[in-house]
């Protein structure tokens, strides 16, 4: 059993910088694939990174470049820098953690953070 709390999210501007953190409970948290989707109202949730346990990372085309994915096992946190931030970047971000599988699909994973709002003004 995984436990997730995300944090982080807010309010920006457009082109602006924003660093969410998944912190997890759990001894194993260095055996997780961990991945961030993202979801806004009325729409299904999509895939926006994902870091392997040996460090693999996977980033969706709309993010490359922008956002970075990174993992602290020590801490066992799982972190989400995203730079160059636009408005249609606008949605709830949630942290995911998994075993095995594809890091991509959101179906799977079985172990999800609250969520936490990024908001971004043009």
């Known amino acids: 059993q995984v436990q997730l709390v995300e944090s982080g999210g807010g309010l920006v501007q457009a082109g602006g910088s924003l660093r969410l953190s998944c912190a997890a409970s759990?001894?194993?948290?260095?055996?997780?694939?961990m991945g961030w989707f993202r979801q806004v109202p009325g729409k299904e949730r999509t895939f926006v990174a994902a870091?392997?346990?040996?460090?693999?990372?996977t980033y969706a085309d709309s993010v490359k470049g922008r956002f970075t994915i990174s993992r602290d096992n020590a801490k066992r946190t799982v972190y989400l820098q995203m730079n160059n931030l636009k408005p249609e970047d606008t949605a709830v971000y949630s942290c995911?953690?998994?075993?095995?599988?594809?890091?991509?699909?959101?179906?799977?994973?079985?172990?999800w953070g609250q969520g936490t709002q990024v908001t971004v003004s043009s």
């Open positions: 870091i392997s346990a040996s460090g693999g990372i």
């Open positions: 995911a953690a998994r075993r095995l599988g594809s890091t991509t699909t959101a179906d799977g994973y079985p172990y």
């Open positions: 759990g001894s194993t948290f260095d055996t997780y694939i």
